[in-house]
């Protein structure tokens, strides 16, 4: 009897991030026989700053899907938000080379939470970050352009990307609560190096409304590029009973 198919989910992880893998490890535990595999780059800054833009040219993430490619996962992911305020055609920009390069399906977190915006008819969002006041006025701004109004939004004021790891449990409740208030249609926690998604659950069941974390968000979207059902996912938040488009 030949063995189940694995379901290979590769993500491409800045270099300093310590929450994301642990975190998508844990939502995918008890999806047997699905993994994810992890690919990164340097990643050590977040800010409008010439050096710490130039961390997400293009080579570096290809050099790392590359290497996700000799692993012969079913998609490659970019795990981050960079395209938040660089702009989305960053993202759509780089999966087309990704697909190209290594011939394997590929998303990103921004690309999968635009996706889930446009599904849902998002018009009126609440936005929650670790970041700088500069970096999240671009996201509002982004966001704003292509039709998704930031109605509310926190943020930290934080630049170091290690350091969103490190943002409390109590910090992240306190931002989304406080977001929560102006009765957003859906929230975003938008940080892949921020310990949000394991929260998402218990939020939304006392706030009453959808919290889309960016790990969680490319996660369901790279399940469904490999053809596996998200909703196999439990526990984690309403985002892993919305139907696959």
């Not at 006025?137 to 290690?162: M, P, T």
């Not at 449990?169 to 249609?185: C, G, H, K, L, N």
């Amino acid at each position: 009897m030949s063995a189940e198919k694995r379901v290979l989910l590769g993500m491409l992880t800045p270099s300093s991030n310590t929450v994301l893998e642990p975190v998508t490890t844990a939502i995918l535990q008890d999806l047997d026989p699905v993994s994810a595999h992890f690919s990164r780059f340097r990643v050590t800054e977040i800010s409008l700053s010439e050096t710490a833009l130039g961390q997400f040219d293009d080579r570096p993430l290809l050099t790392a899907a590359e290497l996700l490619a000799d692993a012969n996962v079913d998609v490659i992911a970019w795990n981050g938000t960079s395209a938040g305020w660089l702009g989305f055609e960053r993202d759509v920009h780089l999966c087309d080379r990704i697909q190209s390069v290594t011939g394997i399906p590929a998303t990103t977190s921004v690309l999968a939470l635009n996706e889930l915006f446009q599904q849902q008819h998002i018009t009126r969002f609440g936005l929650v970050t670790p970041y700088t006041a500069d970096v999240q006025s671009k996201i509002v701004q982004n966001y704003g352009q292509a039709g998704f109004d930031c109605i509310a939004e926190r943020h930290l004021d934080l630049s170091v990307n290690f350091a969103f790891s490190e943002v409390t449990a109590d910090s992240i409740t306190q931002q989304v609560r406080a977001v929560a208030a102006a009765e957003p249609q859906v929230i975003t926690t938008f940080c892949t190096n921020l310990r949000a998604a394991p929260l998402v659950a218990d939020l939304e069941a006392h706030i009453g409304i959808p919290i889309y974390d960016t790990i969680s968000v490319v996660v369901w979207k790279s399940l469904i590029l490999a053809g596996a059902d998200p909703s196999q996912v439990k526990g984690w938040g309403q985002l892993f009973t919305t139907e696959a488009p």
